[in-house]
C-alpha cells in the first residue's frame, strides 16, 4: 500500500489570496491524481500530474487557477489560486501503488475561504 | 468520458439487516470498480474491489457483483453493524488518454441503527 501524506491538514484563508498544499508519498509512483470534495458532495478530478511534463487538467479546471508541481516521483503539490468561498473543499491527492490497480488517498486538506 | 451514477443517496438498515447500493457506468470499456468508505472527516478508504472479468467477489460480510452487459455494479453489505455507517462511494476505472482515472458516483449515506 501507498502511504501517503498532505500539508497542511487545514487552513482558513482570505478571498483573493493563494494556499499551496503539499503531497508524499513513501514510494516512488507514476502518476499522482489531485481531487476536490465539496461539502457532502462526491470527488471530483482536477488534475492528473505526472513526473517531468505537464499536467492534464480536468474539464472545468484550468491552470492559472490550479498549478501543480511535480518535481519528483514522491511530492506534488497543488495551488489554489486567486481564492474566493467558492473554493472551500476538501482537497485530496491520490496515486497508486505500481503493478496494483489500487488507489490510494492521503488524508485531505480541509480549505476555508472566507 | 465516463459518467457514474449512484442509488440511493440515503439508506438507513436496522443494525443486522443487508443493505445494497447500485451504481451503472456508462464507459463499456471500464474496467476496474472500487467501493470507497469514506467516515465523517476522514479520508476514503478501499473497502471492495472488481475487475471486469469477474462477476462477483466477497470479503467476510461484503460482497460486489457487477452485470458487464447491463453496466452496472452492486455492494452488498450483510448483517450491518453500527460502525458500517459512512459514505460510499463506487468508482469506475477508465482510460484518457494514457492516464488511468477513476469517476466516483455521488455517494450513499448509509447509517446503520441500533
Known amino acids: 500500500s501507498a502511504v501517503i501524506s498532505q500539508k497542511p491538514s487545514r487552513d482558513i484563508c482570505q478571498r483573493g489570496t493563494s494556499l499551496t498544499i503539499q503531497c508524499q508519498v513513501d514510494?516512488?509512483?507514476?502518476?499522482m491524481f489531485w481531487y476536490r470534495q465539496q461539502p457532502g458532495q462526491s470527488l471530483t478530478l482536477i488534475a492528473t500530474?505526472?513526473?517531468?511534463?505537464?499536467?492534464?487538467?480536468e474539464s472545468g479546471f484550468v491552470i492559472d487557477k490550479f498549478p501543480i508541481s511535480r518535481p519528483n516521483l514522491t511530492f506534488s503539490t497543488l495551488t489554489v489560486s486567486n481564492m474566493s468561498p467558492e473554493d472551500s473543499s476538501i482537497y485530496l491527492c491520490?496515486?497508486?501503488?505500481?503493478?496494483?490497480?489500487?488507489?490510494?488517498f492521503g488524508p485531505g486538506t480541509r480549505l476555508t475561504v472566507l | 468520458g465516463e459518467n457514474v451514477e449512484q442509488h440511493p443517496s440515503t439508506l438507513s438498515v436496522q443494525e443486522g439487516d443487508s443493505a445494497v447500493i447500485k451504481c451503472t457506468y456508462s464507459d463499456s470499456a471500464s474496467n476496474y470498480f472500487p467501493w470507497y468508505k469514506q467516515e465523517l472527516g476522514k479520508r476514503p478508504q478501499l473497502i471492495i474491489d472488481?475487475?471486469?472479468?469477474?462477476g462477483e467477489k466477497k470479503d467476510q460480510r461484503i460482497a460486489v457483483t457487477l452485470n458487464k452487459t447491463a453496466k452496472h455494479f452492486s455492494l452488498h453489505i450483510t448483517e450491518t453493524q453500527p460502525e458500517d455507517s459512512a459514505v460510499y462511494f463506487c468508482a469506475a476505472r477508465s482510460f484518457s488518454g494514457s492516464a488511468r482515472q477513476l469517476t466516483f458516483g455521488s455517494g450513499t449515506q448509509l447509517t446503520v441503527l441500533p
Open positions: 500530474a505526472n513526473q517531468g511534463s505537464e499536467a492534464t487538467y
Open positions: 472488481i475487475r471486469s472479468n469477474v
Open positions: 514510494s516512488q509512483v507514476t502518476m
Open positions: 491520490s496515486t497508486w501503488t505500481g503493478g496494483t490497480d489500487t488507489q490510494y
